[in-house]
């Protein structure tokens, strides 16, 4: 059974910072590109994020350029992004995705609130 489990959410003030992670179950973690969306509300989800199978490759939205960072280890099959100088509007449901061609799994999210 595939599981993305998202971790890592919560409450942080304005220029704070928040790890969020995702762990992954039930396929080949290392032959699937990951990524990270946001939504907010009933808003379209956004791309942020993401990163290639071996993770040699990374592209970010011009939002958060600069100040977020993707990794992930194949190993432990875990998803991460480092997320810095938060701001407000970063605020939003963050979720991790898996994809390889037609495929993509996806977890149920983690809250991220900036605010003070």
């Known amino acids: 059974q595939v599981q993305l489990v998202e971790s890592g959410g919560g409450l942080v003030q304005p220029g704070g910072s928040l790890r969020l992670s995702c762990a992954a179950s039930?396929?080949?973690?290392?032959?699937?590109?990951m990524s990270w969306y946001r939504q907010i509300l009933t808003d379209k989800r956004e791309l942020v994020a993401a990163?290639?199978?071996?993770?040699?490759?990374?592209d970010y939205a011009d939002s958060v350029k600069g100040r977020f960072t993707i990794s992930r280890d194949n190993d432990e099959q875990k998803l991460y992004l480092d997320m810095t100088e938060l701001r407000p509007e970063d605020t939003a449901v963050y979720y991790c995705?898996?994809?390889?061609?037609?495929?993509?799994?996806w977890g149920r999210g983690t809250q991220v609130t900036v605010s003070s």
């Open positions: 995705k898996a994809y390889q061609l037609a495929t993509n799994y």
């Open positions: 039930g396929f080949t973690f290392k032959t699937y590109g």
């Open positions: 990163i290639s199978s071996n993770g040699n490759y990374a």
